[in-house]
């Protein structure tokens, strides 16, 4: 039997999704609890692995399993074993030919950004932080160079993992109320530090460092060492992941977080 989950976690005291010795990760943490509800040992496959203090509204997971148990059981129960900071959401039966990476059609990501003289306190660890006026017509502009499918090895980082640096990017939109900044992105797929680089590269041209034409020329050189340097994790929420309507996963939205930021950093 193959159960679906979808949780949303705050990555910030955690090493990352993937499991390691250390048992630091996200995935140590809801493969302990799942185990405890199936009294074995339970292993999960996700979407897309998150990064040392990354966050998700939208996570999705599957595990295979020949316990029965209610499906309340995945999400009520595993969530009592869980730390406060990890939520199980959602659960459901499928098929085996469900596959929580490679069924995904989508991925979609937020960074928040708060732009101020100063550093945030209340939301820390939970957006991300630049202090210099950035200029947000420049950055739309230079955004819609990294629209459609491209070479992306200017803003993969040099322990990916991913055969190819092809991707295609099917939305880049930046969006601003008060001194907060929301980029969202998605893709068929994203490459290992791929959104904070983008984002590290609109945020010097935000700021004036280069022009929105410099982007283009980023992106055609295919070389990292040209790109600004990775942005912080703070801010970014894996926001999502898109999949054939056939599997009847509910459609994901943003967090209420998500829509409360702009009404604190007014």
Known sequence: MRIILILE?????????????????????????????????????????TDTGVHALYQVVHFDTQVKRPLSAWVRGANSFLPDDISVLWASETNDDFHARYSAVERHYLYVLVNQPVRPGLLNKKVGWFHQPLNIQQMQLAATTLLGKHDFSSF?????????????????????????????????????????????????????????????????????????????????????VTYETKWNLPHFKNAPLMMSLPLIYQ
């Open 9 to 49: 976690y705050d990555g910030s005291r955690y090493c990352g999704w993937q499991s390691q010795p250390a048992k630091c990760s996200v995935q140590d943490s809801l493969e302990s609890a799942l185990s405890r509800i199936a009294c074995t040992n339970i292993r999960v496959v996700t979407a897309g692995r």
């Open 156 to 240: 993969r980082a040099a322990e990916c993992q991913a055969k190819f640096p092809v991707r295609e990017i099917t939305k880049l939109d930046i969006s601003c109320q008060g001194n907060t900044f929301v980029f969202e992105f998605s893709a068929n797929a994203f490459l290992h530090h791929m959104v904070r680089n983008m984002v590290g590269c609109l945020v010097y041209v935000g700021k004036g460092k280069y022009s929105p034409e410099w982007m283009s020329e980023l992106l055609k050189s295919c070389d990292r060492a040209k790109a600004a340097p990775t942005f912080s994790a703070d801010g970014l929420y894996l926001a999502g």
